[in-house]
């Protein structure tokens, strides 16, 4: 399946539903629902309109194929959808889901609104979904499942596999995890050990009794790199006295890799990081990229006041002017380079801790080279391009643009990691606010160089 | 585990190693390679000189567990490290790894190394590997563990368990693929549905017929969809007659989107798309670099000559020249922003094709409310912070913030749109490309506005 494929299947399924939208082809359409993946579901009904939103959701059937439909479709989303539909609906769609598909389509609805689901489903159910919801968003214990497969250290590998025809639930064992007498997490067997042995073996000799784990407070960026770094299918979640809570499957892993992705993507862009920002409104958009505009708005505001004071330069030869901007646009460009290879390379561990300064010295070794060789070619084309150009105007550009440069590759590089020391997001913040301090940063030495070789 | 804790294990690990390869320590050093998961050892091994490197893999083991260390390690690392070291050695230690693997260390080296340690391996494997190196790069082919378990679909689930038990190889069965007659992929049997059927069934009575599958030519960023939207544990992959060649698993899809996420940051920042940069030495980072900044040199030169055209409007009012950056400035940040969120949004799955009219006018829309808003507030600062100003000036500023704004947003979300119609990888040129455009634009817009209203 290439690319073009997947697009083009997502496209004729997407055609297909407005068809039948259209022509209020019910029998057709609950067909159709039932027989598409909940993810392609998901997919679709970004591209639909409010109208045929609610229109195909009030079709859906209250059943597992629709809440892990509302499991994979985006908050905002299951919000719209939501917002009209009776509690008792949505409890009825929910009360088979698995715990945690049941917290995240709750979490999407106000709080009043979750309550009010909440106290319809069973007693027990309420208090695990009370416990799951209570933990931190993007935290191992809010994306965990409970339903987790154990067995105790002391039976045989024979017993276990009757166990485990017998499960009914637990849709997918990746693992099985063996608990002792206080029902602590004390090993792990995989399905093919325990085929292979002979069927009296208890399970303490043949577990493993080394396990990776997290804490439900772990941050999820933090579990998924333990199961990217290790290729693990899960990882358990386990309380301080070592009682396993629940687990973290890959397939949620994925997920997070794919948001957190997007969230510094945005957030080094300056546009907030909600990753859903193109299902907002226009002004619920523009509002999310406004705090960063303003910051460099307030720089802009520095620069002019900058250039102001440097008038009486600009009056006597008004040709400095014209090189502005490309003295801060080098400058920004290389900035932003830096700025991205250092946030990336903290993001994929390439950046160890204590290792910053040779990182720095080495981007400025870079920041160098670039700028003397750019800061060459525009020296060159200002002292020839312009017939009534002064004499020194080619060596001031081209110094100008070496230390703009240099510079900007300095501080695209100790933004980040100063950022990082202060135990701040370096994602956040590097953007916008490293080709704003570059902005001013490289005007003011633009001017201080004119003024060292120009007589003005 | 917290964020803190995985970085501090690394950080004692390096520690741990640095300390015993100053004392020499030889049986401590392979005590502790031994028991040192392969992917801590590639990390740590980023954090190592030269010299530390080829001290602590000289002591490593011709076996499995350092074939997996080279399989994780970064591809210049590889070749670094593989350089010195003879065929044999080489041969020696990749004999036992899965072919997946052996193939990745190989295309670390150069062809003829690659060469002469492919003639040292088993025909078989020589074959095995010619045809997985012969796939493209970044491929479903190249990336696919040849080490498949499929069974006949006339076998019985009994049968099936058994031979599963015999298994010595497949460390990792994640779906049981069946075959027909011809070896072509006919289904796909879970393990559970294995256990808990009698004895007797046949597979094709329990198997689930509509597999998706995907081709060796595939993009791993397709397959990575595929993987990702389904939540697959694996993909098999199949040649167009149906034959199963090979599966991509969740733990190398989980690599990919790590890598492809990295390499459209590095794309939109103007910064290649070699995601080991950082390895890289300063000239060959500033090589990497360079070209990118080149169009932003072109389009420096082009706003220079633009501004030198429009020489006569600055030399009556050179305070004009002083909201040159502040214009561009914010400018190439709703730009970032716009190009950003639409280059993620393509990425994600959340802009579909026939949609891109909707999203070019919503995204003008958020460039006319934030432009509005942002002209404003500098046009005010422009009329009362001057007392020589023009009394248009704040006219002029403002408009031309608001124009530019407008114009940056459109910009920024038409060129990856276009190019994606094109069929080219939106990321490459966005970044470097909407930021020089917009310079240029920017200050056109504005000598023009300033043309028009103030009289010069």
């Known amino acids: 399946m290439r690319k073009e494929m997947f697009d083009h299947e997502i496209t004729i399924l997407r055609d297909t539903y407005r068809r039948l939208l259209r ?21 679709v009904f970004r591209y639909f309109t409010e109208d045929e939103q609610n229109q195909a959701f009030a079709l859906m059937k209250d059943d597992e194929h629709t809440a892990e439909f509302l499991a994979e479709l985006d908050d905002a989303l299951v919000q719209d959808l939501l917002q009209e539909e009776s509690p008792e609906r949505i409890a009825s769609i929910i009360e088979k889901a698995p715990a945690n598909d049941q917290s995240d389509i709750l979490g999407a609805l106000s709080e009043e609104r979750a309550q009010s689901v909440l106290e319809l489903l069973e007693q027990e159910e309420q208090e695990e979904l009370a416990e799951l919801m209570g933990y931190p968003e993007d935290s191992a214990g809010a994306m965990m499942t409970t339903d987790v497969f154990t067995l105790h250290e002391g039976i045989t590998s024979g017993d276990a596999i009757k166990t485990l025809q017998d499960q009914e639930d637990a849709e997918m064992v990746f ?13 792990v067997v995989s399905l093919r050990a325990l085929t292979i042995t002979s069927s009296d073996t208890k399970l303490k000799d043949i577990m493993i009794k080394r396990v990776h784990s997290v804490r439900p407070e772990t941050d999820q960026e933090d579990v998924a790199r333990v199961v990217a770094q ?32 997007t969230e510094d993507f945005l957030q080094m862009a300056g546009a907030g990081k909600d990753r859903e920002i193109l299902l907002k409104s226009s002004w619920g958009n523009a ?28 009056e006597s030869i008004i040709l400095l002017a014209a090189f502005i901007p490309v003295i801060i646009g080098m400058g920004g460009n290389i900035g932003t380079q830096s700025s991205t290879i250092i946030v990336r390379g903290m993001a994929t561990g390439r950046i160890d801790v204590g290792g910053e300064l040779k990182v720095i010295f080495k981007e400025m070794r870079v920041g160098l080279i670039l700028g003397a060789l750019y800061g060459l070619l525009l020296g060159f084309f200002a002292n020839f391009a312009f017939k009534n150009a002064p004499p ?16 900007a590759a300095t501080v695209g ?19 916008p606010f490293v080709t704003t301090s570059i ?7 633009y001017f201080i160089i004119a003024g060292t070789f120009l007589a003005v």
């Open 230 to 261: 290790y290729n693990f299918l899960a990882v358990p979640v386990i309380d301080p006295d070592e009682h396993l809570l629940g687990i973290v499957t890959v397939d949620d892993v994925v997920d997070v890799i794919r948001e957190e992705a």
């Open 413 to 431: 590089t100790v933004i980040p990691l100063i950022l990082r020391k202060l135990d701040i997001d370096p994602a956040v913040a590097t953007g």
């Open 439 to 445: 902005d001013i940063l490289g005007v003011l030495f």
């Open 23 to 43: 022509r209020h082809a019910r029998t057709n359409l609950i067909k159709l629902t039932t027989k598409t993946h909940p993810a392609d579901l998901a997919t």
């Open 175 to 187: 693992y099985l995890y063996v608990t002792d007498d206080d029902n602590c997490l004390v090993g």
């Open 287 to 314: 509002r999310a990229r406004l705090p960063w505009l303003f910051a460099s708005w307030v720089g802009g505001i520095i620069a002019v006041s900058l250039i102001g004071a440097f008038e009486h330069m600009l």
């Open 392 to 407: 020194n105007l080619g060596l001031v550009v081209g110094l100008s643009i070496c230390v703009s440069m240099l510079v």
